[in-house]
Structures are given as structure tokens and as C-alpha cells.
């Protein structure tokens, strides 16, 4: 017989909660149902509420003499109201153990430290404050929801005296339950909840109060619309415990209201003026701010956030899961989204420019937006984007205004490196963070020549975010050999060169794309190229003007691989940018022998562009020529694919690049290829494939949006179902990739998953 895994043994033995309401009530549900303790106790004024909470199973005792509750219990939960704490813990002082952990529930930390610290004496190192972020319409103990806590966020807020010990034995309590656990100074908790919880609740009371003191108020409440009745809602909590509150947090709350009252000064004046560029400035940083914001809070992409209106949805966001189907053919014509890297750029230079410039084609992709959003934050009017389309209020070369926080970046390295050279010649400080792969990549390679020209650039441990920017700097213009081709790192120096004394150039040991250069030249900087040289002077004024961003031949090149290695496809995808730069993955492809035509070249905005038309044609293994590496740098997952499906042996060498992008795309991909059957020889700079047929499996994208769409490609040739795990991130990059995919002909499911799977 198999030997039976013991069970596990509770983390307390006996537990009070004080306060049988639902925060109460839920926790000692959710206690009993993952056992995490062997008895529940309760204490409360209510003789019914005990009934009630044996009755339901939620306790094993209950008291009304609070000193009796939490005698022998090693932890003890207060939830009940901020105002009553402070009686609340007097009266049960003289019943705590001596190593009883008390931690409490208020939603106000400061009052309730002084009144913990005033009634507890010297077992105050033992009160762990903390403030579960949940709650639903119903109250009370019968409302008690073992799931309630369940992807909620607790926040514990210990002192310098609380015991680090005991802080760890709650947190370890509220996870069990399901909870995300945070850490945060007291003060700024009730800092932040005031202006995100209190003072919507007392906007609401004010709202209501004030229209239904007027004469017609009957008539207003009648044909009131969905969204007061939205925002009106939180009116009908509680007074009492909303007074109660508003005592407790008076200084935070008041702080909250007097930059509520800055900002409707604000929108008073731009219409009192008829400010149009003032109150389309307010509306579109609004409009933009809350997506951000639940995108850096929930830690999901910012384009799911961007189109969500349900905050507890949110919450519970899923990281999906791809199901590719083995199979199929891709026929039609298609448009794929518009160029990531000059996406970024057109927004960094529109914002630089003197004058309004209007970018069609926008990729409205998660690592873009990331960087439309950086800029507003530096105080850029920006318009949309709606359908591809951004308006750009240009501020000038120095026009920039220093951001109120950090600027998030999201999972974009792009962003970073660029902002990293072109806030350097800033006069103001500058933080940028981001998610927890970028938080992993390296950003010493652009830091180093940006402190050759003099900039002063901090970066974290290992060289990597958050990179911390001194403003005020003096920058001069240097000659910088590029160790290694990037055209990141190049066009941070060159936008820094923009802010420097005399001339910075940069020389390439390679080509690598040259959107930066040309994109300058289009907002009239002159940018002088010698052979592996380019070179821009400082000072340079941009002029804005007309921008239309072409397809992004990097998504492009998934349908590339996919119809060349479905037998019976044909596809077309339009206004495709073929910057010589950027089209390696098209001169490797036909090397395998792809059929890939090029019709209709044209010029549009100073970028080549063309209609690409492939159809499918058997491949054949090849030795990726050395000089077309860093021309297809982001397309070799999907080039994986194709060589996967090739006959013989493709070899790829000097691509150690792969290894620092979004993930280690040698490794990760070789894993995938692993699980499907692929025979493959890894090496420290690239990766041998052998060709031939392969089967389906289970591939881990690790977060990487190219390796979950290179492996749905794959599906098209495999033997059975391929399942992609974590492919949230692949809105960083290609926004709709599914259905797309799905209506060019990929049998290709979206299933939910947890985040953290």
C-alpha cells in the first residue's frame, strides 16, 4: 500500500475572534475550512451573534467576558469597529497569554497603533496591525464567507517594536486563507487608503447629500444615469463606520480632500477658459491613469486593465492558457499590428517635438502604451489612442515636467533603455521600474556610455532595475564603439546626444535597426550616417508633423513561419515595414527555401514598406548566416519553429542576446522543443534544430509573448495538441493574436488560468 502523506498540522492551536461580523466571520470560516487551527473561539456583545456563529459551525466557543474569549488562544483577531478598539483591547489585556499574537482588522492603522500601544502595555511587541482589503453588500455573521479573503490583498503594518516573529506567524495565516500579504509603514497606509478608499466614500455621501437638498431632487434621482447610480453606491454603506473612519483618519482624509479640491480648481479653470488643451489634459490622463494603475497594482497587463471596468475581475484576472489543435492551413488577408519599436519612438519624439503630431498605425500593445504612458505622466498631453490613432501635444526638447512617481515600464526593455538615455540630459530625478521579468534584465549596457557623456545613473542590484536617473546633469557628446550590436543601446546615446554639448555618435559592429535615426530625420534633426557611424548634434529642434507607424514585421513573421510550414496556405499581410534593417527573418526564411514575395513597395514616412505574400513551400535545415543575426534578433522563436519543420539541420551560432531578452529565449525555447519531441543541441550563443516531425505536449512560455506565439504556430504541423502555459504577455506585443490567428485558419483556443500558474 502506498503510505499515506500526514496531515498537516495547524498553524495555531486556538484562535479568538473578536468581532463575529463578516470580516470576522469569514476569517474564522475560512480557519475551519483549511484547519488551520484546532479551536475557534469567539467574543462578542451579542448573545445571538455567538448562537448564530455555533449554529453555522464557524466557532467552537463563544463568550461575551472578552478577557475569557482569548484565554489560551496563541492568536487574537479584533474586527471590530476603529472607533471601539481601543476599549476592545483594555478589556481583553488581562485574558492574553503571555506569547499571544493579537492582530486586528481596522481599516485606519495610526489610531489604532496609539490606542494598541495605550492598552496593551508591554505586550505590544505582540500586536501585529493588519487590514484585509475585502468585503461584500451583506454584513454580519451570517454574510461569512470562507472565500472572502481568497486574491484580496491584506496589508500589515508592524512598528519598529512589533516582534518580526509574530508579523511572520499572521502573514503565514492570511496566505493560508488565500490572501496576497503586503507590507507598509502605518502612516502611509492611511495615507493611501484616504485617497483611494475615504475620500471616494465621502465624495459619494457629499454627492447625494447635496443633490437631495435641492427642490427637484426627486426628478434628479429619477432620470439619474448608470454612471451616478455607479458612483453613488458607496453611499449606502454604513454611516456609522464611515464617521467613525473619518475621525480616525481626520489628517490623511483632509490631505486627500485638499488635492481633490487642487484638481476641481483645475477643471473649473480650464472651463471657465475654455482651456480645450487644460481639460482634454485632465480627461486623457484619467481616462489612461486607472488602467495604469490597476495594471501596476493587480500586476496584469496594462491593455487587460485598459478595457476592464470591474475591479473585482481585476482581482481575479487570469494569465490565460493557448490551445493550439495539430493542423490546419493560414489563407487570407490579414493586417497585423503596427511596428513595436517605432511605436515607442513616435511617441518619444511627437512628445519632444514643438507642435502637434498626429501617429496612425499605433501599436496598442501593453509595452507601448507603457511608454505613452511615461509620457503623460511628464506632463504630455496625449490623445487616445482609438483605432491606432494618437494625437500628440509636443511639449519641446525641454518641455518635460518631472513625474510624481516612478515611471513604470511594465515588461517593455525598450522603453527603459531608450527613456534611460533621454531623461538623462533631464532637469528633474527620475525612477523607472517595472514587472518582474524586466526587473531581471540587464541595463548596465546603456547606463555605461550615458555616464561616459556625464550623466549620473544609478541601477540595481546586478545591474539591473529600478534605474535611478539624477537630473540636472551637464552632457557632453561622445564617440561610442558599440561592444555589442543593440539598437536599444544605441538610441539611448543618440537620445541623450540630443540634451549633450558638440557631437555623440555611435558605431555599430553590426547593422541593427535604424528606426531611431531615420524617425529623427522625419521631425527635421539631421542625423549624419558614415558607413557603421551615426551622429547627431545637441540642441537640434523637432519639428512635428504627419507619422503613419507600418505593420511590425516581427509579428508578421509568426504568419511567415506558420503559412510556410502548413502545406496548402497562402497569405498576404499588408503594409509591412521591410526596413533592410529589420528583414533578416525574411532572408533567413527564404534561405530555407520559404516562397516570400515582396509587391507593392512604397515609401511611407521614411520606412520601407510592402505587401508580403507567402505561400507554403517545404524547408530545409541551413547554417544562419552570422551577419543576418542581428537583423532577425526578436524573430528567432519563430524561426525555431520553421527550423523544427525543416528537412535536415538548421544551426544558428552568435546569438547571445537571446539569452537577456524577455526571457532566455536558447533555453526557453529548447525546453519547449524538448517537450514536443524536437531533437536539438543547445549552445552558450545559440542552438542546433533537427528537423522532422514532432508531437504535441506541455510548453511553459515563461511570461514571453514570441515563444508563446512561435509554439501556437507550431501547432500547424504538429501530431497532437500543443498547451502554452502564461500567455498573458502576449498583449505586450500583438494585441488580438488569437483571433487573428484563429480566422487566418489556426485552431487555437484562449482557456483561464490562475496568475501565478
Known amino acids: 500500500m502506498p503510505l499515506m502523506s500526514a496531515p498537516r498540522p495547524p498553524l495555531f492551536q486556538r484562535v479568538a475572534i473578536i468581532g463575529l461580523g463578516l470580516i470576522g466571520g469569514s476569517l474564522a470560516a475560512a480557519i475551519r475550512e483549511q484547519g488551520l487551527a484546532r479551536t475557534v473561539v469567539a467574543g462578542s456583545r451579542s448573545t445571538r451573534t455567538l448562537e448564530q456563529g455555533l449554529a453555522l459551525g464557524l466557532i467552537d466557543e463563544g463568550s461575551q467576558d472578552l478577557a475569557v474569549a482569548v484565554r489560551g488562544a496563541d492568536l487574537v483577531f479584533v474586527a471590530t469597529p476603529v472607533s471601539s478598539m481601543g ?116 465624495l459619494a455621501f457629499s454627492l447625494v447629500d447635496t443633490l437631495a437638498r435641492q427642490g ?53 479653470n480650464a472651463i471657465e477658459h475654455n482651456d480645450d488643451e487644460a481639460l482634454m489634459g485632465v480627461m486623457t490622463r484619467a481616462n489612461a491613469a486607472r488602467a495604469h494603475f490597476l495594471a501596476m497594482n493587480e500586476r496584469t497587463s496594462y491593455t487587460r486593465a485598459r478595457h476592464s471596468d470591474d475591479e473585482t475581475g481585476m482581482t481575479q484576472q487570469s494569465n490565460p492558457t493557448f490551445l493550439a489543435r495539430p493542423g490546419g492551413r493560414l489563407n487570407g488577408r490579414l493586417r497585423v499590428p503596427g511596428d ?19 501617429v496612425e498605425g499605433f501599436l496598442e500593445g501593453e509595452d507601448a502604451l507603457a511608454t505613452l504612458q511615461a509620457f503623460r505622466d511628464m506632463g504630455v498631453l496625449i490623445e487616445g489612442p482609438h483605432h491606432g490613432q494618437v494625437i500628440v501635444h509636443g511639449v519641446g526638447l525641454h518641455g518635460l515636467k518631472a513625474p510624481g512617481k516612478p515611471l513604470y515600464m511594465g515588461n517593455s526593455g525598450t522603453s527603459m533603455r531608450l527613456l534611460t538615455g533621454l531623461l538623462a540630459g533631464q532637469a528633474f530625478d527620475t525612477e523607472l521600474t517595472g514587472d518582474e521579468s524586466l526587473s531581471k534584465r540587464p541595463m548596465e549596457r546603456v547606463a555605461g556610455p550615458l555616464r561616459e557623456m556625464g550623466a549620473r545613473i544609478d541601477t540595481g542590484e546586478g545591474g539591473r532595475p529600478p534605474v535611478r536617473i ?6 557632453k557628446g561622445i564617440h561610442y564603439p558599440l561592444p555589442m550590436a543593440s539598437a536599444q543601446v544605441k538610441s539611448a546615446v543618440l537620445l541623450a546626444g540630443l540634451y549633450a554639448e558638440g557631437e555623440t555618435s555611435v558605431t555599430e559592429p553590426a547593422p541593427t535597426r535604424d528606426h531611431t535615426e531615420r524617425m529623427l530625420g522625419g521631425f527635421g534633426v539631421p542625423v549624419r550616417r558614415d558607413g557603421a557611424t551615426s551622429t547627431v548634434a545637441g540642441g537640434a529642434r523637432l519639428a512635428a508633423g504627419p507619422l503613419d507607424v507600418p505593420a511590425d514585421i516581427s509579428s508578421a513573421a509568426f504568419f511567415l513561419v506558420g503559412a510556410s510550414i502548413a502545406e496548402g496556405s497562402e497569405l498576404t499581410l499588408p503594409h509591412v515595414g521591410v526596413n533592410p534593417t529589420r528583414t533578416g527573418v525574411i532572408d533567413i526564411l527564404k534561405l530555407m527555401g520559404a516562397d516570400i514575395r515582396l509587391e507593392n513597395p512604397r515609401d511611407s514616412g521614411g520606412e520601407p514598406v510592402a505587401d508580403l505574400v507567402v505561400r507554403s513551400a517545404p524547408l530545409k535545415g541551413i547554417e544562419i548566416p552570422r551577419e543576418l543575426v542581428p537583423l532577425a ?7 525555431f519553429i520553421a527550423a523544427a519543420c525543416a528537412q535536415g539541420e538548421t544551426v544558428l551560432r552568435g546569438a547571445e542576446e537571446l539569452r537577456v531578452k524577455e526571457s532566455d529565449r536558447i533555453q526557453v525555447m529548447a525546453d519547449g522543443l524538448a517537450a514536443l519531441g524536437v531533437e536539438h543541441e543547445v549552445y552558450e550563443d545559440g542552438i542546433r534544430i533537427v528537423g522532422g516531425p514532432f508531437g504535441g505536449g506541455e510548453v511553459d512560455s515563461h511570461g514571453d509573448h514570441r515563444i508563446a506565439m512561435s509554439f501556437a504556430m507550431a501547432a500547424l504541423r504538429a501530431s497532437a495538441p500543443i498547451t502554452i502555459r502564461r500567455c498573458a504577455n502576449v498583449a505586450t506585443s500583438f494585441p488580438g493574436f488569437a483571433e487573428l490567428a484563429r480566422g487566418a485558419g489556426l485552431d487555437l483556443e484562449v482557456h483561464a488560468s490562475k496568475e501565478n500558474e
Open 216 to 268: 427637484d431632487s426627486t426628478e434628479i434621482f429619477r432620470y439619474a444615469a448608470g454612471g451616478f447610480r455607479d458612483f453613488t453606491r458607496i453611499a449606502s454603506s454604513d454611516p456609522v463606520m464611515w464617521h467613525d473612519i473619518f475621525r480616525e483618519n481626520r489628517d490623511a482624509v483632509l490631505e486627500a480632500l485638499a488635492l481633490f479640491r487642487d484638481g476641481i480648481d483645475r477643471f473649473q
Open 340 to 358: 513595436k519599436s517605432m511605436s515607442h519612438r513616435a511617441i518619444m519624439l511627437a512628445s519632444l517635438a514643438e507642435g502637434t503630431t498626429t
Open 470 to 475: 539624477h537630473g540636472g546633469q551637464t552632457l
Open 633 to 639: 534578433i526578436d524573430e528567432f522563436p519563430a524561426i
Open 87 to 202: 476599549a476592545v483591547l483594555k478589556a481583553l489585556r488581562p485574558g492574553l497569554a503571555e506569547r499571544a499574537i493579537v492582530t486586528d482588522g481596522g481599516s485606519v492603522k495610526g489610531a489604532v497603533i496609539a490606542e494598541a500601544r495605550r492598552a496593551l502595555g508591554d505586550h505590544f511587541p505582540r500586536f501585529v496591525p493588519g487590514h484585509p482589503i475585502a468585503g461584500k453588500e451583506k454584513s454580519g455573521v451570517e454574510a461569512a464567507d470562507a472565500g472572502l479573503y481568497r486574491q484580496h490583498r491584506v496589508i500589515l503594518t508592524p512598528t519598529p517594536d512589533t516582534d518580526p516573529s509574530a508579523t511572520a506567524r499572521v502573514s503565514a495565516l492570511w496566505a493560508a486563507v488565500g490572501a496576497e500579504v503586503l507590507e507598509m509603514a502605518p502612516d502611509h497606509h492611511d495615507r493611501v487608503l484616504a485617497e483611494t478608499s475615504h475620500l471616494p466614500h465621502l
